[in-house]
């Protein structure tokens, strides 16, 4: 509130889009600096001179940093036609790779759990809204079953959800999970890349 921001030199606020702008606009009245993550749909375009092969790590890093809990986290991916089935079966194998469990048990875990509690039943609806609508499931995908060491904890598997439309909800909601979802762009064309990323 404007107790908290009257007394800083600079705000940084996560949160709501209504309350985001109660911020900036207090803060304008100050002329003090305010940077605002007010969360989003965060894209990365992938053209089709890119190198999956150079850049696969990366891509997967970006998205499964913190279990995709990153505000400024891409949950995107927009892959020319081109590149399209390299960069999804280079992704795919990484992410089928890679090891789930609490962070402190073993210095090879690579990814941990959901922070919030109730969010895996969001996140598992968002993929089962996908799947209806024609995405596929590459890796991950579905709650732990009980009894399993991952059903323990608020872990859901890392993702990756290919096929991807804009009817589908994941890609119009903020997932904040482990989701690395992937939509093509078939006609090799910049114009559609950025009407997909907008």
Do not use: W
């Amino acid at each position: 509130g404007e107790a908290v921001s009257d007394f800083c030199d600079k705000i940084i606020f996560v949160g709501s889009v209504g309350v985001g702008a109660k911020v900036q606009q207090h803060c304008g009245k100050m002329v003090k600096p305010v940077v605002l993550e007010l969360g989003g749909k965060d894209p990365i375009i992938v053209c089709e001179d890119a190198s999956p092969a150079k850049l696969d790590q990366l891509f997967c890093r970006a998205a499964f940093q913190n279990m995709g809990q990153n505000c400024a986290g891409p949950e995107r991916f927009i892959v020319y036609g081109k590149v399209y089935q390299d960069f999804i079966s280079r992704v795919t194998k990484i992410v089928r790779e890679m090891r789930q469990g609490e962070p402190l048990s073993s210095p090879f875990i690579d990814c941990g759990a959901c922070v919030l509690p109730g969010h895996l039943a969001y996140v598992q609806g968002l993929v089962d809204d996908a799947v209806k609508k024609g995405a596929r499931v590459l890796a991950g995908g579905y709650i732990p079953v009980k009894g399993t060491r991952l059903a323990k904890g608020q872990f859901y598997p890392p993702t990756v959800l290919v096929d991807c439309t804009v009817d589908m909800r994941i890609m119009q909601e903020e997932t904040f999970g482990p989701i690395l979802c992937v939509s093509c762009v078939a006609s090799n064309s910049d114009q559609q890349a950025i009407d997909l990323a907008n």
